[in-house]
């Protein structure tokens, strides 16, 4: 395709080959010097197209053209009226290559149109974390400081964490031992039916159906219980809890809905026979029940809740208890109280101090302890205290290791990374495809019981065909085993990998005797899990990856214990610890975290000496990972649109200026405003808040005037909702408004909206003074700051809005999460660079 010289009418170049009595007439057959007739001369004709002609189709074109010659899109036709077989077989050839090239860019694009890790999602809003300066709130603190009050905060901080300890520590115990009850009894009852059909003149197809019906129905039920009463509370949780513990508001993530749904979906989860775990949603769960305690109140029904308490209601302050039920749920559910607190540190919490650190760990360890106590007692022997989480890998015989296995050890850290980086990148395509394909409701419950069926029918197909029968006894006595066509006291070594929940199978990986299993039932092992995690993982269901990670890991290690083992026997004497660095590896690959993942597998294990291999595999495997792709909930993030910011501001952008980042023109307010116009303004902007100008007689513009402060857009919601305005000349009714009327209800901008708000024509001419609500002190920076300096104010601070001024004190411009989060910096396969992100409606 060509252009018009004034660049605005494209053109296209068409070929059409003229017949016989043409081209005698034209040029006739003339022979070169080797005898070889000339090639045809070529009529070209050129045809103005529209301007948002892109491409023409070749098939269309090429009818076109043969119907104007009196020609079928194949029919060329040469001097002897026969067709050449070189012409037709150039034109399929090339129809062929047009269609693969097609084809392949199809496959290049996907997953990239719309590209999900380019953007920004332009819902999402941040969390006021910053201090409202107001007259109103210096009156309050006024009349309200007394020594008494900050003696009665302190320690209600510390009785909150103790509750949130206590009550994570009830909700893991109740969850475990549902699990393991109901788990128990069905499979259970499938191994008798296949057991009595192995043996018996009954068909297979009994227990096959059994255990296909079972683990549909219940996968039905728990992903019809996330999709249609809480869509948040699907995965893991752990992204979302990350987000909001940056600064990132997500509607309904700590509401009872998603306490419901994560709970009952993750037991619904596992007993269907999804390739997950529940340590993951515990850390939601634990997040859940410390924003309920901080808030001090209970809702039953959409207007209607329970109060008992307000202190802790402010943004900042949930955060600090959400922080410590994330790792209070991570404790409770490893046995990890410091593995706990260092994980909400390290992949969750973004602001931290040294008192808040004691805080989280005080409730991380209340939450170990009383989940040990609790299940010790379910156990029968409640002061023995031996089981202190719900994973936990068991004392291992022999975790010794000689110099000379560090370099297996290395090797295994690399394969972790590089299966860590598979997982996420199939994880990542399948996640694109589900965002733009399964989108009904209904639709994400058949893939769930899809994935189910698919998970039951693998595992009898696998226990059917991989005949190998072990007589070796398993480390537990309450492993459930298969006969299956074994003789005599011997069982189906697939068996005891499927007949029990992820977590059980893990520990049948680390645990049992080296000829527990052989080399063939363990690829297959580890291939149909592996692709299983990919699947389930992104599905509406409440599920974690921590254990498949540890269980995959686990096998793949172990398969290659058993050649160590073959092949220095006075070297390697034990295949769990290989196991067991396959695990980490494989976790550190998918997670990319390293000191918190070091130290919880250290508790979980109960010996320190092998630590030094655990903190190299775990290093190593995050380098290889990240060398290929993020890790797997930062990839969730980013398909989420979620603007997150990072610890420090992205690289190679001291030269940018806080006037090329902000968003302008920046929509301002005077100190008293017509009703009318407030709300005109909140109908037609999204912003979540507002410069305050001084009046200015001359200019009643949004724009002019010296800056007085800053009013949230929730501030001005509720000033509407309580009438605080008069006409002009008159002052307001006296209102008990107070501070804390603004986050009641909590969150305003989820519960209170313009729809809420009844206003009379009349009503519209009076006034509202901003003056004693509005935050007088609002931080500030003028245009030529760097990027990396708004960067760190912003980030450090936990601001929601910075405005940009100029010389003479006037906003021109205002800097919000946003407008920082959409420079990114990424390093892969070794190369860094910045992108700058889109921003987009969805």
């Given amino acids: 395709m060509a252009s018009h010289a ?3 009418i494209p053109i296209i170049m068409e070929t059409a080959i003229i017949d016989d009595e043409v081209e005698d007439e034209t040029k006739g057959g003339v022979e070169n010097s080797n005898g070889v007739e000339n090639e045809k001369s070529v009529k070209f ?45 150039n034109s399929i050839t090339a129809l062929l290559s047009s269609k693969f090239r097609d084809i392949s860019k199809r496959i290049r694009q996907y997953g990239d149109t719309p590209r999900f890790r380019k953007r920004l999602v332009s819902k999402w809003e941040s969390l006021d974390y910053d201090l409202i300066e107001s007259e109103l709130q210096a009156q309050e603190e006024e009349t309200n400081k007394s020594k008494r009050k900050l003696t009665l905060m302190f320690i209600s901080r510390w009785i909150i964490m103790f509750a949130v300890g206590i009550g994570t520590a009830l909700l893991a115990a109740g969850v475990q031992i549902s699990v393991e009850i109901i788990a128990h009894e069905k499979f259970h009852l499938i191994q008798k039916y296949i057991d009595r059909c192995s043996t018996e003149s009954c068909t297979l197809f009994l227990p096959i159906g059994i255990w296909v019906v079972i683990n549909v129905v219940i996968t039905l039920l728990g992903a019809a219980l996330v999709t249609y009463v809480q869509p948040v509370a699907a995965g893991s949780g752990i992204p979302f809890i990350k987000s909001y513990l940056n600064g990132v508001r997500i509607p309904g993530l700590l509401n009872f809905k998603a306490f419901i749904a994560k709970t009952l979906g993750v037991i619904l989860s596992i007993l269907g026979g999804l390739a997950c775990g529940k340590e993951g949603p515990m850390a939601h769960s634990g997040g859940i029940m410390a924003a309920g305690f901080a808030k001090g109140r209970m809702r039953y029904g959409k207007k209607k809740e329970i109060k008992f308490y307000d202190a802790f209601r402010s943004d900042h302050e949930i955060r600090d208890f959400v922080a410590a039920g994330a790792a209070s749920g991570v404790s409770a559910a490893f046995g990890a109280p410091v593995g706990g607190t260092l994980f909400s540190v390290e992949e969750a919490a973004s602001f931290w101090n040294t008192e808040l650190v004691w805080r989280v760990f005080f409730s991380a360890m209340v939450a170990c302890f009383s989940t040990n106590f609790l299940l010790s007692a379910f156990e029968g022997h409640p002061t023995h205290l031996s089981s202190p989480g719900l994973v936990r890998f068991s004392t291992f015989q022999n975790l010794s290791f000689d110099l000379i296995e560090i370099p297996v050890f290395l090797v295994m850290a690399v394969i972790g990374g590089l299966a860590g980086a598979l997982f996420v990148v199939l994880n990542y395509k399948l996640t694109v495809f589900r965002r733009k394909y399964i989108r009904r409701k209904w639709l994400k419950v058949l893939e769930a019981g899809i994935v189910s069926l698919a998970g039951a029918l693998l595992a009898f197909l696998l226990m059917y065909s991989v005949d190998e029968c072990t007589e070796v006894k398993h480390y537990s006595d309450h492993a459930i085993t298969a006969q299956m066509f074994c003789k005599d006291k011997s069982h189906n070594s697939m068996s005891s990998l499927f007949l029990t929940t ?55 290690g172990r ?14 004497k034990d295949v769990g610890k290989y196991a067991l660095i396959g695990a980490a590896s494989m976790l550190g690959g998918i997670l990319r975290t390293t000191i918190s993942l070091t130290v919880i597998i250290v508790e979980c294990t109960g010996d320190i000496s092998f630590g030094l291999p655990i903190m190299l595999t775990l290093m190593i495997s995050k380098w290889v990972g990240d060398f290929f792709t993020t890790g797997l909930y930062d990839m969730n993030v980013e398909v989420s649109g979620i603007p997150l910011l990072s610890w420090e501001p992205p690289p190679l952008c001291e030269n940018i200026k806080a006037s090329e980042v902000m968003s302008q023109p920046v929509l301002s307010l005077h100190t008293e405003e017509k009703v009318g116009s407030i709300l005109e303004i909140l109908e037609s902007e999204t912003y979540g808040g507002f410069p305050v100008v001084e009046t200015n007689p001359k200019y009643r513009q949004y724009y002019s005037g010296k800056l007085k402060g800053l009013i949230l857009k929730n501030q001005l919601l509720v000033l509407l909702k309580k009438k605080i305005f008069a006409p002009e000349g008159m002052l307001p009714p006296e209102a008990n408004i107070r501070c804390k009327d603004f986050d009641n209800p909590y969150p305003v901008g989820q519960r209170l909206t313009l729809k809420d708000i009844e206003v009379t024509e009349e009503e519209k001419e009076h006034l509202i003074d901003l003056k004693p609500y509005m935050n007088f002190s609002p931080y500030t920076v003028g245009p030529s700051f760097s990027m990396p300096r708004v960067f760190k ?26 407008d920082l989060a959409k420079y990114r910096a990424e390093s892969k396969r070794g190369m860094l660079k910045v992108e700058h992100l889109k921003i987009e409606n969805v």
């Fill in 6 to 8: 004034n660049g605005d």
């Fill in 45 to 89: 004709t050129v045809t103005r197209v529209k301007n948002d002609l892109n491409r023409v189709k070749s098939e269309t074109e090429v009818s076109r053209l043969a119907t104007r010659n009196h020609l079928t899109p194949f029919d060329f036709q040469d001097s002897a009226s026969e067709p050449s077989d070189t012409l037709v077989q």
């Fill in 502 to 556: 992820p977590e059980g199978c893990l520990k049948a990986l680390l645990h049992d005797p080296h000829d527990a299993y052989g080399v063939i039932p363990l690829t297959v092992f580890i291939v149909v899990f592996f692709l299983l995690g990919v699947w389930t993982y992104g599905l509406s269901v409440s599920s974690g990856v921590f254990i498949p990670s540890l269980a995959i890991g686990a096998a793949w």
């Fill in 559 to 572: 398969l290659i214990g058993l050649g160590v083992v073959e092949l220095f026997p006075h070297h390697a």
């Fill in 793 to 818: 104010l912003f980030r450090g601070l936990g601001l929601r809005h910075l405005i940009v001024v100029n010389n003479n004190y006037e906003p021109v411009g205002m800097v919000t999460r946003k």
